[in-house]
């Protein structure tokens, strides 16, 4: 036994980054909704930046710790406490044996990852650690955890034991943290850039202007298939039949209601609602970061604009790897 689950929270679930090549098959990609934090989470600890991980939601999730273990923190602000204290996050953390971590309200964001040392020991299905929860593929167990669960861990490699024995010798936490505010966005109010979708002009003249000009709204029907959004209708500018087709992480779906549909990490492979927009890839981690009731500016931008954004957030996870490994070697 390493970690017990004491509360499973509104929604845990062991997450990577994706089912890719199975889509064919009807088997969604699922994968982390910010998969940046995911990333520098497994770099701080020493693992794969692929590396299976818990995405926690919102609030609740407690777990107790049955040995030492060495993890790292990051994604939204939960207010992840240690035996009662605020945890550091963003850095390599070592958990004492018989400590609990707890989740406890959302103060920022809405997503937090929890990396361990070694990585979650369960088998990878169709070359994937992620769970696809609707369908009871992968994961722990193919399900979100539950109380009384148990996770164990891999054993770790000569950089996890590198880090793991020099917080052990310290006897403290390191002083440095990785900045995050380049990668991810956790305001409640954010511009979203978007490239134009296949269906975008046949939205007539003011929906193709709203998109770009008016607020939407992120409802409560929001989950990791989908953002139900709200705001000024969207309006074809004539009926037509489109057949399904398919869709990714970020696609902006209009139904008959006019109100946008944003598809998210556990979206359906196919869809059959006209698409106004893309959301940028770049941008993606942010939006899986929004509470219900956030606010959203959507800003239209070049698909050479949107993979330029896309090549600068990768130097700077490549920039923190780096990082990482001159500390974890030489402090």
């Known amino acids: 036994m390493t970690v017990k689950v004491l509360n499973q929270g509104l929604l845990t679930s062991v997450q990577d980054l994706g089912r890719y ?3 064919q098959y009807g088997v969604i990609v699922s994968g982390a909704m910010d998969k940046y934090s995911l990333r520098v989470a497994n770099l701080l600890v020493g693992n794969k930046e692929n590396e299976g991980a818990l995405e926690i939601t919102l609030l609740g999730t407690t777990l107790q710790f049955e040995r030492d273990r060495l993890i790292a923190i990051t994604g939204g602000d939960l207010l992840a406490t240690i035996d009662g204290k605020k945890a550091v996050t963003w850095r390599p953390l070592l958990v ?6 707890q ?7 809405c997503r937090a990852y929890i990396a361990f040392a070694g990585g979650i020991a369960i088998p990878e299905v169709m070359g994937s650690k992620s769970t696809y929860l609707r369908a009871g593929i992968g994961g722990f167990k193919g399900r979100a955890l539950k109380k009384e669960d148990v996770l164990e861990f891999d054993e770790m490699n000569e950089f996890n034991t590198s880090l793991f024995q020099q917080l052990d010798q310290r006897n403290d936490d390191f002083t440095w943290t990785v900045k995050y505010d380049a990668l991810i966005n956790l305001e409640q109010t954010q511009t979203i850039r978007v490239i134009k979708g296949p269906e975008f002009d046949r939205f007539d003249e003011k929906s193709k202007k709203t998109l770009f000009s008016e607020p939407y709204v992120l409802t409560t ?16 500018a004539k009926e037509f039949e489109l057949l399904s087709e398919g869709v990714t ?33 770049a941008d993606l981690p942010s939006m899986g970061q929004l509470q219900p009731n956030a606010k959203i500016h959507f800003k239209e931008i070049s698909h050479e604009e949107a993979v330029m954004e896309l090549l600068m957030k990768e130097q700077i996870i490549n920039e923190i790897k780096i990082g990482i490994q001159f500390k974890g070697s030489y402090l």
């Open 21 to 23: 090549g199975s889509q």
């Open 96 to 101: 004492r044996k018989g400590s609990v971590l």
């Open 103 to 109: 989740f406890k309200s959302p103060l920022k964001g």
């Open 221 to 236: 029907q929001a989950d990791r298939m989908g953002y139900r959004m709200e705001g000024p209708p969207l309006s074809l």
């Open 249 to 281: 992480y970020g696609t902006i779906q209009v139904p008959p209601d006019g109100n946008p549909i944003i598809l998210m990490a556990d979206r359906q492979t196919t869809g059959g609602y006209p698409k106004i927009g893309q959301i940028i890839s």
